[in-house]
C-alpha cells in the first residue's frame, strides 16, 4: 500500500510565499510522477505542476514563473515552491503519486489528504 501525505499549507498574505511537501512511502517499487493538484470551491480539481522520474516538469499557465515543483534525491518527496501568491491560488493543494506497488502489476494513482492553502488579499 502506498502512503501520500501533504504538508506546509497555511495562511499568507498575496505576494508572499509557501512551500508544500509531499512525501510517498510504504510499499513502493518504483514511481512514475508526482504532482500538485488543487481544488477550490465550486471549481474542478486542476494540475498545477507535475515531475516525472526523468524529472521533466510541467506546470499549468496560471502558476509558470512563479511556482517550482522539485523533488528531493530518493524521489519520493516532492515540493512545490509557491511565490507571489495570488488570492486565486487559494485551493486545498493536493499531491498525487503515480506509482508501481510492491505486488501489483499496474500502475495506479495515490492521493493525500489534501493541504488548504489561504492567501488573505
Known amino acids: 500500500q502506498v502512503h501520500v501525505v501533504e504538508s506546509g499549507g497555511g495562511l499568507v498574505q498575496a505576494g508572499g510565499s509557501l512551500k508544500l511537501s509531499c512525501a510517498a512511502s510504504?510499499?513502493?517499487?518504483?514511481?512514475?510522477?508526482m504532482g500538485w493538484f488543487r481544488q477550490a470551491p465550486g471549481r474542478q480539481r486542476e494540475l498545477v505542476a507535475s515531475i516525472t522520474s526523468d524529472g521533466i516538469t510541467n506546470y499549468s499557465d496560471s502558476v509558470k514563473g512563479r511556482f517550482t515543483i522539485s523533488r528531493d534525491s530518493a524521489k519520493i518527496t516532492v515540493y512545490l515552491q509557491m511565490n507571489t501568491l495570488k488570492p486565486e491560488d487559494a485551493a486545498v493543494y493536493y499531491c498525487q503519486t503515480e506509482a508501481l506497488a510492491v505486488g501489483l502489476n499496474y500502475i495506479a494513482d495515490y492521493w493525500g489528504q489534501g493541504t488548504q492553502v489561504t492567501v488573505s488579499s
Open positions: 510504504g510499499s513502493i517499487f518504483s514511481i512514475k510522477a
